[in-house]
């Protein structure tokens, strides 16, 4: 009766044996019965290694018998294509066993990209024109995922954010108390332009109504037309008189519909200091 011995192996001896089993075994099923001095002649294995063969071969059911002067024969109920399934299914579990934390830490990174990408997006859009090298540049790492694996794509389009974010920033702040200064500054220019706007449409208004209680409006010669206080048009202005002769340029004061021109008196120059002044 044949009786099975696990022993602790040799490395080198394990990797020999990997290396000539299963033309071993073809070998020996061929062959039907066989012995050791002919195994390891056919192989040119030591004795050690070839005895570990065969101890591996009785292992595995390939030997069915020995016989009293030493003679080994196979077993008529082995097939070496089962052993061969079995060991391809061993490789895939081994396979399998290193893809899965590949691919949680595939699933990780990719979100991870995905939070970075959203969180650069958001800050970009203060900034319109880097989006064209952004969302270009990630979209070209993403694509070839299948090439350069989840995990480098992942990483590929955090440092293509974060390095577009860095240098945005440092040309036009986009995060942080510069960002804010710089929000605060084009709030004041804008506000300046629209009181400047408001301004200059008052003042043509004004003007407006100057001319048209004018005797000849289309002779009206406006200058140094400027807003003076509570929203009042305060300039100089030539035009012809009712004897069409010019009066020469004279202050005056728009203040809604009334028009109040420098005739000389004192009253028209203290509404004028106290308004234009």
């Known amino acids: 009766m044949v009786t099975e011995e696990y022993r ?11 290396q000539v089993y299963d033309t071993a075994v073809i070998f020996c099923l061929q062959r039907k019965t066989f012995n050791s001095e002919v195994l390891c002649k056919a192989f040119e294995l030591d004795p050690y290694t070839c005895e570990e063969l065969i101890t591996t071969m009785l292992i595995n059911g390939v030997i069915g018998d020995v016989s009293e002067d030493g003679e080994y024969r196979v077993s008529d109920n082995y097939n070496h294509s089962n052993y061969l399934l ?8 081994k396979v399998k066993g290193v893809a899965k934390p590949t691919i949680k830490l595939g699933k990780y990174f990719g979100f991870l990209a995905l939070v970075v990408f959203v969180v650069s997006v958001y800050f970009l859009f203060r900034s319109p024109m ?15 995922v299948e090439k350069i694996g989840a995990v480098a794509s992942s990483i590929g389009v ?12 440092s040309a036009s702040p986009i995060f942080g108390e510069r960002y804010e200064a710089r929000i605060a500054l084009e709030e004041y220019k804008d506000n300046e ?13 004004g003007e407006k109504r100057l001319k ?5 409006p289309s002779s009206a010669d406006i200058r140094n037309s400027r807003l003076g206080k509570s929203g009042v048009t305060c300039g100089e202005v030539n035009a012809k008189n009712s004897f069409g002769a010019f009066t020469g340029y004279k202050n005056f004061i728009q ?9 000389g008196s004192s009253e028209f120059t203290k509404e004028w200091n106290e308004m234009c002044r």
């Open 8 to 18: 602790v192996i040799d490395s080198e001896v394990v990797r020999k044996i990997e």
């Open 86 to 93: 079995a060991e391809e299914l061993k490789k895939d579990e």
């Open 130 to 144: 880097s989006l064209f090298i952004v969302i270009p540049l990630s979209l070209a790492i993403v694509s070839g």
């Open 158 to 169: 955090i440092v293509v954010c974060g390095a577009s974010i860095m240098w945005v920033n």
């Open 193 to 205: 332009r629209k009181a400047r706007i408001e301004e200059m449409n008052q003042v043509s208004f």
């Open 212 to 216: 048209n209680s004018l005797k000849d």
């Open 255 to 263: 203040i809604g519909s009334t028009t109040l021109i420098d005739d």
